[in-house]
């Protein structure tokens, strides 16, 4: 067997290839890594999540006074309890599945996550809580220096990411984390009979494992090509999963199934990316606990409550962590679209067999008054009051069992949530 | 004097690659020939449109009714692409997928607002063929290569961008950010160059930009209504703006307080303002670097300055712009030939070109663009597409093998047929097909691993089937191949 391995990087750029390896011969990597064992489900609320709808202060005159069309009743929300600020808190009212999961303590909900000087651009939000680094957000993601970390070579399905695009958290330098959108679409065509298209794949098998050293560029397109032509087997067996429930028919609840099959199969992936969009609410988000946020909670909710319950019925709840993030939060007063421009401060959330479920730091009292020390922007959005990088180091510390320091650049665990 | 190579290498970057026909037009002429005939594209009429149908052309497929590219997406997205395959103004379309990319609006939440007809007619409809304004992307054709600062107000003022960033709910008493923050922040200069009270002060300025509607609701999916652009005095917050940064030549930073009539004003100001600014002018030199030079390196400081040089003496005119980065000895150096990598759009209209389009409808590629991650008319957000290695993943690349794969089932007896002279050796045939496709060098690795294939299970001279199997074999491979992924 042949192996061989180079990475290049230049311009930021990393190319990394394989060389020709049996599908035999990567099963055994992944079992080598622990196939089944932990994982980690990344679930990522595009457009900049309204904290303040998803985890309602109820309880607080400024949240209506400075929502007057959108905020939602009290009398609709599901109510958690308080935080250790006292503040009571009621979640969205269409997330009835993370409310049982709340009940059950396996739900932790990490209140006014963010940093400090919060991007109000997507962009640069999304760069940032890619690389974990706010003042420098380019280059690597921090899933991808975890992943950087296993035992070379590294297995290319180590890392599965749901949508069509890498995100920057994914982007490692000693492997290309796969884009597997819909599995079943992740498969090799020919025109011709299977004994020649047989070897059209040899050819293009030989062809992409090919990394010269003076075309990095090159280099990089083949491993991409060979990292699909050496998954396409594995990846088709996760297409017959049957599932133990119903998921919901959108994109979000379809990739979580997928995500489900891969952990039942015993892929060996330690990162999933799943991403869920329109929160970018500038408009329209909805009156009365319904409309279009309404709706996305919906997604959201009901997709988690049903990948919860497969895994629960698979046994394998206590192998999984999801944690889930968005760029920004919102600004706190609505706008005259009845929706809501970028923010600072958000929510993140983690569920699992071993999360420590709660409610984690503390509402901000929303009055506007500028004087209010925990908003920013003159009373416009909620400061942050835990850096999102204690979560990231709780996780690689706790659950992946990993250096955060070396990872995150700095050692962020001194205030980090006990959430697992 | 250029030589076939370099004509190919500009009709790469300047459109999607060169026929035969345009080697041999324009081997041996002097290199402003070629740039000429990219640049001054008006001397040439506008007739691609008028093809569509008629049996020398890649074929569309208009499904139950009549081929609707105004009213129907996903009409629209296969005349776009017919148009890349055979507009005799490349570089137009070439433009128009830049800025397409750069204003990047998404039909589906027009649609959603609209409905698929009105929003179909906002993203696509050509200038006249039914009533209302023309489409945003007949916009970015007829100003291509017109002014950026025209372009710009054209832009703030298209339905289709007043329905993408929520213009519509811009009003006086509760100014709506969406636009403002994105002209700046991507249209024009960048982070970096204003605050958040800019952002503010911005959306103040374009309160009361706003949408009718006529004849009719307009959301009726009714081809005769329309919606057009409408200033809305009372909506518009008529007192002044102040910036961090200079409106006017004499350094004023504020736009005057002006009555409400005249608020137009305040938008063309902060435009200009925004469009005159060097750091706009060395953004879009960036992006233009990107696009048309390499995305192997980064832009050269000298290239930013004479660009953006050119775009300011100019007063922002694209088309000398264009010109100078055509005939530029960075577009001219042999070594930045294959240093961008196709955009799907691209890679297809290439591919089309080269492998044979009769009997092949370009709807055939409207799934498969998807999968590659590129829906004409559907970037995935205002920031538009993640280029360069932002298209390579995984699932991309299988989707690109298999476009090829399929291109390649289509026209494997039109291939066999001209490939049948070629059938003594594998070495006559693997040079037919190297004339005729496109790849970036194919080094001796990959090279030999062809050869095999082509000896696999096969005896030559090629019998028929044998002829067919490896024409259609071969021109998937190439075409699939990573080589072939680069412009």
Known sequence: MKISRRAFVRDGVTAFTVGFAAPAFLNDIARAQGARSRNLVVVYLSGGNDALSTIVPYQDPFYYSRRPAIAIPPGQVLQIGSDSGGRTLGLHPRLTGLRTIFNEGRLAIVQRTGYANSSRSHFQGVDIWGTADPRSPTGLGWLGRYLDTLPSPVDPLAGWNATRDTPRALVARTVGVPAIPDVRLYSLSSPNTPAEAARERAAATEMTSYAPADRPHLALVNGSALSALSTLDRVAVVGTYAPTVTYPNNGFALALRTVAGSIVRGIGTRVYWVSTGGFDTHAGQGVAGGGAYATLMSTFGDGLAAFYADLRNQGLLNDTLILQFSEFGRRISENGSEGTDHGAGGVMMAIGGSVRGGLYGTAASLDPSPSNPLLENNGADIRFETDFRAVYARVLEGWLGTNSTSILGGNFLANAPAII | ?487
């Open chain 2, 1 to 487: 004097m250029a030589d076939s190579e370099l004509v190919a290498h500009l009709m790469r970057r300047g459109g999607f690659g060169a026929t035969p026909a345009d080697v041999a037009r324009f081997e041996a002429a002097p290199v402003s020939a070629v740039v000429d005939y990219l640049v001054d594209y008006d001397r040439v009429p506008d007739d691609v449109d008028s093809k569509i149908g008629q049996s020398a052309y890649v074929g569309v497929t208009a499904g139950a009714g009549a081929f609707s590219p105004d009213t129907n997406i996903e009409h629209a997205r296969q005349r776009w692409l017919f148009r890349m395959v055979h507009s005799q103004r490349p570089l137009q379309e070439k433009m128009a997928l830049f800025w397409h990319n750069h204003f990047a609006t998404a039909y589906s939440k027009i649609a959603g607002a609209v409905g698929s007809v009105h929003g179909t007619k906002m993203m696509a409809l050509t200038r006249g063929a039914l009533p209302g304004p023309p489409g945003q992307i007949e916009l970015l054709r007829e100003y291509a290569l017109d002014s950026f600062q025209t372009l710009l107000f054209e832009i703030a003022r298209d339905p289709a961008m007043v329905v993408w960033l929520d213009g519509r709910t811009n009003f006086r008493a509760r100014p709506q950010e969406n636009f403002a923050r994105e002209i700046m922040e991507l249209f024009t200069w960048g982070v970096g160059n204003y605050t958040e009270q800019d952002v503010y002060a911005a959306a103040r300025v374009f309160t009361g930009w706003n949408l009718s509607a006529r004849q009719g609701p307009a959301n009726n999916n009714d081809p005769g209504a329309y919606y057009q652009f409408f200033y809305n005095p009372n909506q518009h917050d008529a007192s002044a703006k102040r910036f961090s940064f200079q409106i006017y030549p004499g350094g004023d930073k504020t736009i005057p307080a002006r009555p409400a009539a005249d608020g137009l004003r305040d938008g063309m100001d902060l435009i200009a303002a925004l469009a005159g600014h060097p750091e706009t002018a060395k953004r879009l030199a960036r992006k233009l670097w990107g696009f048309f030079i390499s995305e192997m390196e980064s832009p050269d400081p000298r290239f930013v300055d004479a660009v953006a040089g050119a775009y300011l003496a100019n007063d922002t005119r694209m088309k000398p712009v264009i010109r100078y980065i055509f005939g530029s000895p960075w577009m001219l150096d042999a070594a930045r030939r294959w240093t961008r990598y196709a955009w799907p759009a691209e890679y297809v209209a290439r591919a089309i070109r080269e492998v044979g389009w009769t009997g092949l409808s370009v709807d055939s590629a409207r799934t498969p663009l998807t999968n590659m991650g590129q829906t004409l008319f559907e970037p995935p957000d205002v920031a538009g597409w993640s280029l360069g290695t932002g298209w390579i993943s995984t699932g991309a690349m299988l989707a690109r093998m298999n476009w090829a794969a399929t291109l390649a089932s289509n026209q494997r007896f039109n291939l066999s047929r001209a490939a049948a002279a070629a059938r003594r050796t594998p070495d006559d045939f693997m040079g037919f097909f190297l004339g005729r496709l496109t790849p970036a060098p194919i080094d001796s690795v990959p090279y030999d691993a062809l050869m095999a294939y082509l000896a696999g299970g096969a005896s030559w001279p090629a019998s028929d089937a044998d002829l067919v199997a490896k024409s259609a074999g071969l021109a998937k491979l190439l075409v699939g191949s990573s080589e072939y992924q680069f412009i």
